[in-house]
């Protein structure tokens, strides 16, 4: 049976990531990304959690992709984690805001220089007539760059979400899974935790 034991749930989501990190076989930090548009209408995919803290969880993209532009229209989103091999799960909701410009020219920098030259490469989400398209442009930015530091593109940044909403799920036998929601009015306020029926 699981129990918070912490009223704090950045901290627990700290303590269930760690192992994961140490019992997942690819990607612990992979995490289901849900936006919606203006209409409501929902897309999902899995990006990659870069960062997380008491200002919440921030990951990277091209902000002239599908997600981005829902974003833009509709900055709220949520987040979903599911560990298989500890047979847990953490949903999250909130806010979502753009990072600062020197966080992401940090991770940006980070990146190995492949990544960096993809990120001018691609017109993420848009349509592509074939691969060989794809790869000429990465050529063409191989050789604009040679030598040289890329730079980060003006469309590629990082956003944060800021949670009003976190659940934690543990699995049970007989689907009797240990279930709790912290949550929270908004940014600075005190968590309250509820048990949920599985």
């Known amino acids: 049976?699981?129990?918070?034991?912490?009223?704090?749930?950045?901290?627990?989501?700290?303590?269930w990531f760690a192992e994961a990190e140490a019992s997942e076989p690819n990607?612990?930090?992979?995490?289901?990304?849900?936006?919606?548009?203006?209409?409501?209408r929902p897309s999902a995919r899995i990006v990659l959690?870069?960062?997380?803290d008491a200002r919440g969880f921030a990951f990277f993209t091209n902000t002239e992709s599908q997600k981005g532009r829902q974003l833009e229209v509709n900055p709220f989103a949520a987040l979903?984690?599911?560990?298989?091999?500890?047979?847990?799960?953490?949903?999250?909701?909130?806010?979502?805001t753009s990072v600062g410009d020197d966080e992401a020219d940090a991770y940006y920098a980070s990146r190995p220089r492949g990544s960096r030259i993809g990120a001018w490469a691609s017109q993420q989400s848009r349509p592509l007539a074939d691969r060989p398209a794809l790869l000429a442009a990465v050529s063409r930015f191989e050789a604009e760059?040679?030598?040289?530091d890329v730079p980060r593109p003006p469309y590629w940044s990082g956003y944060r979400l800021t949670p009003?909403?976190?659940?934690f799920w543990q699995d049970g036998e007989f689907r009797l899974h240990d279930r709790f929601l912290f949550t929270r009015s908004g940014e600075g306020a005190p968590w309250t935790v509820q048990r949920l029926f599985p």
């Open 1 to 15: 049976m699981f129990e918070p034991d912490t009223d704090d749930p950045f901290e627990q989501f700290r303590r």
């Open 27 to 40: 990607d612990a930090n992979a995490m289901t990304l849900a936006t919606a548009d203006s209409d409501g």
């Open 49 to 52: 959690l870069k960062d997380f």
């Open 80 to 96: 979903c984690f599911h560990w298989k091999s500890v047979r847990r799960q953490v949903r999250i909701e909130g806010a979502v």
């Open 145 to 148: 760059y040679d030598g040289k």
């Open 164 to 167: 009003l909403r976190v659940e």
